[in-house]
């Protein structure tokens, strides 16, 4: 995914400037995959979790995340990483309740091999909306449904929209 694969190929110093970056350039590159309104916003969400947490599993303090955007499919590859750095960027993800923010935010979490360095991997598409029988089905994913139960704890199910 390099070359005239990727739509977008950013390298970016993990500092104070790489969650609005990164978040910016997800959020636009799903917009051109044609995702639903509620997937680009995910996207950006993406980008600030994965600028939030991959200091620790990159070597020189930068990030590279290179971006397919095709219709309906975002596909990200995020690296080089540490070795262990993909398992450990999801797990510095987590958060109580909700589990890992990145596999939440993706359809699909893989991991690379890249010239000798490990990448992850996340996959996002429209397949997510369309009752794949695994709780993210129409009508909301598991993310938006613990967001609902913690605002209205005891009120009952979320209406159907």
């Known amino acids: 995914m390099t070359g005239p694969d990727a739509d977008a190929d950013v390298r ?29 916003s995910e996207a ?18 930068f990030v590279r995340l290179v971006v397919s955007a095709r219709r309906g499919e975002l596909v990200v590859r995020v690296g080089p990483l540490l070795d262990g750095g993909a398992e450990g960027l999801l797990r510095d993800s987590d958060l109580p309740e909700l589990g890992s923010v990145i596999r939440r935010l993706s359809d699909d979490v893989g991991t690379e091999e ?12 429209r397949h997510r909306r369309t009752g794949r029988g695994d709780g993210r089905e129409a ?19 979320p209406l159907p929209r």
């Open 139 to 157: 009508g909301g994913h598991g993310l938006h449904r613990a967001r609902w139960a913690r605002r209205h704890r005891g009120a009952g199910p």
């Open 44 to 61: 950006g969400l993406l980008g600030d979790a994965v600028a939030a947490h991959a200091l620790p599993r990159v070597d020189d303090g």
């Open 114 to 125: 890249v010239d000798g360095r490990e990448h992850l991997v996340p996959v996002g598409d």
């Open 12 to 40: 970016v110093e993990l500092g104070p400037l790489a969650a609005p970056v990164l978040s910016r350039v997800m959020s636009a590159l799903a917009a051109r995959a044609d995702l639903p309104l509620d997937r680009v």
